[in-house]
């Protein structure tokens, strides 16, 4: 009798429509020659996330299962290390050139009309900075 009624419920139940605003990959046999064995590493995904970003998805969603530890790629003694230490160096830059503009127009040595040339010598400085960090 069960079998019945769920028969029933599917025959009368509409069909379910797809939507153009989801898409769905399939790793297939010419991704696994391009990209290689699957599962696939972590920051191959994570670059994939980007590329679908970049490309409007809204969200991404992968229905995968990790079982084992990623390999390190990244030297832990520079994320421990060196990378905090030019971490300190850029902001301390970047708040050095902030302190000396403020104390300036505090002291009105900078006049009101020459404060947006500052501020795009500083935001340039701050990307200067950034870019050193990214190399």
């Known amino acids: 009798m069960d ?9 009368t139940t509409p069909s379910l429509k797809e939507s153009d605003s989801v898409l769905l990959i399939n790793v297939d046999d010419l991704a696994i020659e391009r990209v290689g064995n699957f599962p696939w590493t972590r920051d191959i995904l994570a670059d994939s996330i980007i590329y679908m970003k970049e490309m409007g998805a809204d969200f991404v969603l992968f229905d995968l299962n990790y079982l084992d530890r990623s390999p390190v790629v990244v030297n832990p003694n520079y994320v ?3 990378l905090p230490g030019y971490l300190d160096i ?3 830059q970047i708040d050095d050139t902030i302190a000396q503009v403020l104390d300036a127009v505090s002291d009105q040595n ?3 009309e020459e404060v947006p040339s500052y501020k ?3 935001l340039s400085f701050n990307k200067s900075i ?3 960090l990214e190399a």
């Open 3 to 11: 079998k019945q009624i769920n028969d029933l419920f599917q025959r």
């Open 80 to 82: 421990k290390v060196e």
């Open 90 to 92: 850029g902001f301390n």
């Open 110 to 112: 900078i006049t009101p």
């Open 120 to 122: 795009e010598e500083i």
């Open 130 to 132: 950034k870019n050193s």
